[in-house]
């Protein structure tokens, strides 16, 4: 079946279900619980905005798997579900996001990173090799999400690149600690952020230049890292080589890839994308805030939100009666740690915790599993939700923000019991 | 599947560059300036975003684009190009 056909058939199956008749079949349930939540498919995202589901094909950039296409120019794509039936993301599969269409292609050789600004001591710079053999290495098993991960499940749409559930990916993660570096150039007492800059840049010369910061404290954590290995190889062109940020804990927008330049700053980086972009209506999550840009009604997305997602069954599946349904998938968070993930079977009155998979640490993937009976014929719709060792729950309607980010809906998956 | 399957065949073969020329905007009035978004970015970032927003939506991504990201777009433009986004790849009209 193509793209276009199997996703009409979904959106059908779906909207089938939200009608007054498939509701009576399912039971007398109110009508916002029926609604269309994230409905896990392999490609084509029934919720997706129609233009989405028509454009994205399966593409694969060189090194890498055939990956869901969002866009060529800069290139966005986003893993296949599939991908995530195991904790570690592997590298050719691993999502690929880039703000501009300029992305040189460096290499390990000719590679300095700059470290500097006014409130640094000294201006220091290092090779790749300096970097490997001067410090001590550093590894930590994390999630790399984007912030609007699940921006095209937003009702109603809002503009950007619309992603189902696939851009993020978990991966070990191995290079040198940045408070390390920075310790080189030495920190003033007067420091507020520390400013990233990274090789890529803008066709045209006006449009602002992709640069990050983040709070002090924030960036001289013991598990920030400068790394330059992704699951024991070099970092894939496509995700940052030779060197990119690894924040654990924060969205990917802090993750500069092909990092080039970091500066220690005594003031507010107040560029486009701290600025303006990648910011919530403030107080409307209850992530950290970045007390040095609250310079603006709205404030910088920090962490992320607790989320799952289903990897073994998606929406319009059907199941044979009888035989147990195996719910599995991956929860992570902010970076507190998974503390369980429950399923639900009849639209949340009753959830059954899950059996939780190895934990490889508190900012990585971690694995769930449960069998739930498909005793009758009809409709199951297939629940979970994840809560985090800080008690934050996944959310059961969407907070709703312009630039549609952290979308953590409890997903429901609607199975034919056959 | 099977055209799934022969999508990514062809693309391993081809660049990129050569899979973006396959994205063409569709025929209407308008369609010559919004050519222009050629200069940053894929069309698919046109159809991607599809079909959602009115003429005032599509307004207001054209001016965040010349007024965030510098785009040399003319003003005087504007309009035809939200005009011809709203009826190409806008939001249907209310039944």
Redesign the interface.
């Known amino acids: ?3 276009s056909s199997r996703s009409k058939s979904r959106r059908a199956f779906v909207a089938g279900l939200s009608s007054a008749g498939a509701l009576a079949a399912l039971g007398a349930l109110p009508r916002a619980l029926a609604a269309r939540v994230g409905g896990t498919a392999s ?1 084509g995202l029934a919720e997706l ?4 589901l ?8 060189p090194g890498k798997v ?1 990956l869901i ?7 966005n794509f986003e893993t296949p579900v599939e991908y995530f039936r195991t904790p570690i993301t592997p590298n050719k599969a691993f999502f690929v996001r880039w703000h501009l ?1 300029g992305i040189p292609q460096i290499s390990a050789r000719d590679w300095v990173l700059s470290i500097g600004g006014d409130a640094a001591e000294r201006e220091v710079k290092f090779t790749l090799a300096q970097l490997k053999r001067e410090f001590k290495p550093a590894q930590v098993t994390a999630v790399n999400q984007c912030s609007g991960n699940r921006r095209g499940l937003f009702e ?2 809002v ?4 992603w189902g559930v696939g851009a993020m990916g978990n991966a070990v993660w191995r290079g040198v600690r940045l408070n390390d570096v920075l310790a080189k150039a030495g920190v003033k007492a007067g420091a507020l952020e520390v400013v990233l800059n990274g090789a890529d840049h ?3 010369d ?3 230049d992709f640069v990050k910061s983040l709070p002090l404290d924030v960036a001289l954590r013991d598990e920030v890292l400068i790394a330059f290995e992704m699951n024991g190889e070099p970092l894939p062109h496509w995700n940052g080589f030779p060197a990119r940020l690894v924040v654990p804990g924060w969205t990917g927008t802090y993750w500069v890839k092909q990092l080039s330049t970091v500066n220690v700053t005594s003031q507010p980086e107040k560029n ?1 994308w701290m600025s ?1 972009a990648y910011r919530l209506p403030r107080g409307k999550f209850k992530t950290p805030t970045f007390a040095s840009q609250l310079y603006a009604p709205n404030e910088p997305i920090t962490t992320m939100v607790v989320n799952s997602l289903v990897t073994s069954l998606k929406s319009g599946d059907q199941v044979a009666r009888g035989k147990p349904i195996e719910v599995k998938g991956i929860a992570f968070d902010g970076g507190a740690g998974i503390d369980r993930v429950e399923i639900s079977t009849d639209f949340g009155a009753s959830w059954t915790r899950a059996r939780l998979g190895r934990d490889l640490g508190r900012y990585s993937f971690r694995e769930f599993s449960l069998s739930v009976p498909a005793r009758e014929r009809g409709s199951i719709v297939v629940m979970a939700r994840a809560t985090s060792s800080s008690g934050e729950a996944q959310v059961g309607e969407l907070i709703h923000n312009p630039a549609g980010y952290h979308h953590n809906v409890i997903q429901r998956i609607y199975v034919e019991v056959v | ?1 099977r ?2 399957v022969a ?2 065949a062809v ?2 073969a081809a660049s ?2 050569a ?2 020329s396959k ?1 063409v905007l569709k025929e209407g009035a308008g369609r010559d300036k919004a050519m222009q978004c050629l ?4 069309l ?10 009115d003429k005032a ?1 599509w307004t207001a ?1 054209i001016n965040k684009m010349i007024n ?5 777009i003319p003003k005087a433009d504007v309009d035809s190009i939200a005009g011809y986004l709203a009826e190409q ?1 806008g939001k249907p009209a209310q039944r």
């Open positions: 079946m193509d793209n490609l905005p129609d233009g989405t028509a454009e994205q094909v399966l593409y694969a950039l055939p296409k969002k866009t060529y120019r800069p290139p269409a109603p749409h503009p950007g690149v619309e803008a066709p045209l006006k449009t602002p486009f303006t | 599947m055209i799934i999508i990514a693309a391993v990129a560059a899979q973006e994205v200069a940053c970015h894929s698919d970032y046109i159809q991607m975003n599809s079909r959602f927003m939506g991504s965030a990201f510098a785009a040399p790849y």
